[in-house]
């Protein structure tokens, strides 16, 4: 009886086991696998309390050779989980819980963001209207500057970014406010989709001081040029300076050079909030269509143009000048264009744009400026002669800004900007002078983190940019533009 009863016992707790079922974690096979131990220790108990006639039943089994020849063999039923835990749980699964990282594929690592600008122009005196063939207030930088508009989106911007491999990174942003004209006998029609940028980086180094850039992105001329409308003070870059590029891109190829040292300055003014005009590298060169963005290669030239900036520390100027930071550099570009003409498509001749310009920043700690000149020679409409020829111009701003970190209504910034310019703007049909002189006093208010609101109010003299209307037009305006960040 006693060597019957330990084999039934141990075939009774063998068959009071449950098997456990197809597990769908990893968890669940744990926790299965738990209770298995614990009837397995009630078993051994059990067979343990009937140890003192388990010696005699195995003597007897030997000397009578009973029709049992062995004992059966038991598989434990640890084991028996642990074969079915092997047999469901993945591969990749055991691996990450072993602790191996598992890489994920590049699109899955896809940053989106963005932002949008709404806008309100106010004309509030001055020429808003005008008999044909005079200029009327209004702006190339700003479409919703007129007598009849009210509400406007100025920009509706994504921004898809990621890093294919460690040395591979790209950069896709369309902007949803675009508009397109000649929509029903000239009426405009807005919220079209249009490429802003469009690009790929390779950094040859390891650290990424070095990049080259294909595809559409900004062209490396004029630092508020290269800075984001989205941390820019101001409501619009100045005409001189954006006269240069216009829209601020074109196709083709720019290398970067960032120093380390560089780099240092400028993560320290980025951690301390400080509007930077992006890293665009220390030293920039690159070769473009020059045609404009979104617009053909005409004439089969290339566009080469050149940029340098370099943040100074003040603080060896004593305790006055501590955490200030001083940035100099400047510009050259040299470029064939053929501007559209009134009568449709290009003009037939290409003319020269050749310019250079240098800038000035003294970010605010808590007062600041900001100044950009260029001089150079570019398409200009000439109404004596009635065609386009190519002439002298310049232009730029000088801007004062203040920093308040802290009040009842959130961080905010004061600012004061005088611009002028005279010349040509050649992305404009029959390339038509500006004449532009204005002051324009704002303050940019951020209550909470994705919302700022600047309101603004200018004092513009310009000229229209066409070459249909001549004189100036004088007045004030009231803008404001609440722009949310996402």
Same mark, same amino acid.
């Given at each position: 009886?006693?060597?019957?009863?330990?084999?039934? @016992?141990?075939?009774?707790?063998?068959?009071?086991?449950?098997?456990?079922? %197809?597990?769908?974690?990893?968890?669940?096979?744990?926790?299965?696998?738990?209770?298995? #131990?614990?009837?397995?220790?009630?078993?051994?108990?059990?067979?343990?309390?009937?140890?003192?006639?388990?010696?005699?039943?195995?003597?007897?089994? $030997?000397?009578?050779?009973?029709?049992?020849?062995?004992? +059966?063999? *038991?598989? &434990?039923?640890?084991?028996?989980?642990?074969?079915?835990?092997?047999? =469901?749980?993945?591969?990749?699964?055991?691996?990450?819980?072993?602790?191996?990282?598992?890489?994920?594929?590049?699109?899955? #690592?896809?940053?989106?963001?963005?932002?949008?600008?709404?806008?309100?122009?106010?004309? $509030?005196?001055?020429? @808003?209207?005008?008999?044909?063939?005079?200029?009327?207030?209004?702006? &190339?930088?700003?479409?919703?500057?007129?007598?009849?508009?009210?509400?406007?989106?100025?920009?509706?911007?994504? *921004?898809?970014?990621?890093?294919?491999?460690?040395?591979?990174?790209?950069?896709?942003?369309?902007?949803? @406010?675009?508009?397109?004209?000649?929509?029903?006998?000239?009426?405009?029609?807005?919220?079209?989709?249009?490429?802003?940028?469009?690009?790929?980086?390779?950094?040859?180094?390891?650290?990424?001081?070095?990049?080259?850039?294909?595809?559409?992105?900004?062209? &490396?001329?004029?630092?508020?040029?290269?800075? =984001?409308?989205?941390?820019?003070?101001?409501?619009?870059?100045?005409?001189?300076?954006?006269?240069?590029?216009?829209?601020?891109?074109?196709?083709?190829? *720019?290398?970067?050079?960032?120093?380390?040292?560089?780099?240092? *300055? /400028?993560?320290?003014?980025?951690?301390?909030?400080?509007?930077?005009?992006?890293?665009?590298?220390?030293?920039?060169?690159?070769?473009?269509?020059? %045609?404009?963005?979104?617009?053909?290669?005409?004439?089969?030239?290339?566009?080469?143009?050149?940029?340098?900036?370099?943040?100074?520390?003040?603080?060896?100027?004593?305790?006055?000048?501590?955490?200030?930071?001083?940035?100099?550099?400047?510009?050259?570009?040299?470029?064939?264009?053929? +501007?559209?003409?009134?009568?449709?498509?290009? =003009?037939? @001749?290409?003319?020269?744009?050749?310019?250079?310009?240098?800038?000035?920043?003294?970010?605010?700690?808590?007062?600041?400026?900001?100044?950009?000149?260029? /001089?150079?020679?570019?398409?200009?409409?000439?109404?004596?002669?009635?065609?386009?020829?190519?002439?002298?111009?310049?232009?730029?701003?000088?801007?004062?800004?203040?920093?308040?970190?802290?009040?009842?209504?959130? +961080?905010?910034?004061?600012?004061?900007? /005088?611009?002028?310019?005279?010349?040509?703007?050649?992305?404009?049909?029959?390339?038509?002078?500006?004449?532009?002189?204005?002051?324009?006093?704002?303050?940019?208010?951020?209550?909470?983190?994705?919302?700022?609101?600047?309101?603004?109010?200018?004092?513009?003299?310009?000229?229209?940019?066409?070459?249909?209307?001549?004189?100036?037009?004088?007045?004030?305006?009231?803008?404001? %533009?609440?722009?949310?960040?996402?």
């Amino acid at each position: 009886m006693g060597h019957r009863g330990g084999i039934a @016992a141990v075939m009774l707790g063998a068959a009071i086991v449950p098997l456990p079922s %197809q597990a769908q974690t990893v968890q669940e096979l744990q926790q299965q696998i738990d209770e298995l #131990k614990a009837q397995l220790r009630e078993l051994i108990a059990l067979q343990k309390a009937q140890a003192p006639a388990a010696p005699a039943a195995a003597t007897a089994s $030997i000397s009578e050779k009973p029709a049992i020849a062995a004992t +059966p063999t *038991v598989t &434990p039923p640890v084991a028996v989980a642990q074969q079915r835990v092997e047999q =469901s749980v993945p591969a990749a699964s055991v691996v990450a819980d072993a602790g191996t990282p598992k890489r994920r594929p590049w699109f899955q #690592k896809i940053g989106l963001r963005g932002y949008t600008q709404l806008r309100l122009n106010e004309i $509030i005196a001055g020429d @808003a209207t005008a008999p044909a063939g005079k200029s009327r207030l209004r702006s &190339p930088g700003d479409s919703g500057i007129t007598d009849q508009g009210n509400f406007t989106f100025r920009r509706i911007r994504l *921004v898809f970014s990621g890093n294919v491999t460690d040395d591979v990174a790209f950069y896709f942003q369309p902007d949803f @406010a675009s508009a397109v004209n000649d929509q029903s006998n000239g009426e405009r029609r807005e919220g079209f989709a249009q490429l802003r940028d469009a690009y790929v980086d390779w950094f040859p180094d390891r650290d990424r001081r070095f990049r080259l850039r294909f595809g559409q992105s900004k062209v &490396p001329y004029g630092w508020e040029n290269m800075q =984001s409308s989205s941390n820019r003070l101001t409501l619009d870059r100045s005409d001189g300076i954006n006269s240069a590029i216009p829209s601020e891109r074109d196709l083709g190829i *720019v290398g970067y050079y960032t120093p380390a040292a560089v780099q240092r *300055v /400028w993560d320290r003014l980025a951690d301390d909030g400080q509007k930077l005009f992006g890293n665009y590298g220390a030293f920039g060169v690159g070769v473009f269509n020059g %045609q404009g963005v979104n617009r053909p290669e005409r004439n089969n030239g290339l566009m080469t143009v050149a940029m340098g900036t370099w943040p100074f520390e003040l603080d060896a100027l004593g305790s006055a000048f501590t955490g200030q930071v001083l940035e100099l550099g400047g510009a050259v570009m040299r470029t064939r264009v053929r +501007p559209e003409v009134r009568t449709g498509g290009v =003009s037939a @001749a290409s003319f020269k744009d050749d310019r250079v310009g240098v800038h000035a920043i003294l970010y605010p700690q808590p007062f600041g400026v900001q100044a950009e000149w260029n /001089w150079g020679r570019g398409p200009e409409f000439d109404p004596l002669i009635g065609a386009i020829t190519t002439r002298d111009l310049n232009g730029g701003y000088v801007q004062g800004m203040a920093r308040v970190r802290n009040s009842p209504l959130g +961080p905010f910034m004061p600012y004061v900007r /005088w611009q002028r310019y005279r010349g040509g703007w050649k992305a404009i049909t029959n390339a038509p002078r500006l004449e532009t002189d204005e002051w324009e006093i704002g303050i940019e208010f951020q209550p909470i983190d994705p919302l700022e609101l600047t309101i603004a109010f200018a004092d513009m003299t310009r000229r229209e940019a066409d070459e249909r209307r001549i004189g100036r037009a004088e007045g004030q305006l009231i803008r404001t %533009q609440l722009q949310w960040n996402y």
